[in-house]
């Protein structure tokens, strides 16, 4: 069955750096385009950045120049550097596709990894 599991999250300064993972399972990872969501407390959860088969990339403006999405095929994992960190980046991220399962498509999203920016 599909899985996804995130890792890497914690509590880190303003400025600071963290790099969480995405491990995946059950499905040919290289076919499918990979995304990382967050959700702040109190709103909705937010497209963060979106990586394709072929490595095309597409971020939300406010983590523009600061974040950095990319995937290992060969690991069947996908990854999220975060820089220059902001308070306002504090949020469950949660890893995320859309895959076909021979029969339609579905949305599959792992378990989420908190991400606390703080002094």
């Known amino acids: 069955q599909v899985q996804l599991v995130e890792s890497g999250g914690g509590l880190v300064q303003p400025g600071g750096s963290l790099r969480l993972s995405c491990a995946a399972s059950?499905?040919?990872?290289?076919?499918?385009?990979m995304r990382w969501y967050r959700q702040a407390p109190g709103k909705q959860r937010e497209l963060v950045a979106t990586?394709?088969?072929?490595?095309?990339?597409n971020y939300a403006d406010d983590v523009k120049g600061r974040f950095t999405i990319s995937r290992d095929d060969a690991k069947n994992t996908m990854y999220l550097q975060m820089n220059s960190l902001k308070p306002e980046d504090t949020a469950v991220y949660y890893c995320?596709?859309?895959?076909?399962?021979?029969?339609?498509?579905?949305?599959?999203w792992g378990q989420g990894t908190q991400v606390t920016v703080s002094s």
């Open positions: 995320y596709s859309k895959i076909w399962d021979g029969y339609t498509w579905r949305d599959y």
């Open positions: 059950g499905f040919t990872f290289s076919s499918y385009a």
């Open positions: 990586i394709s088969n072929v490595g095309s990339l």
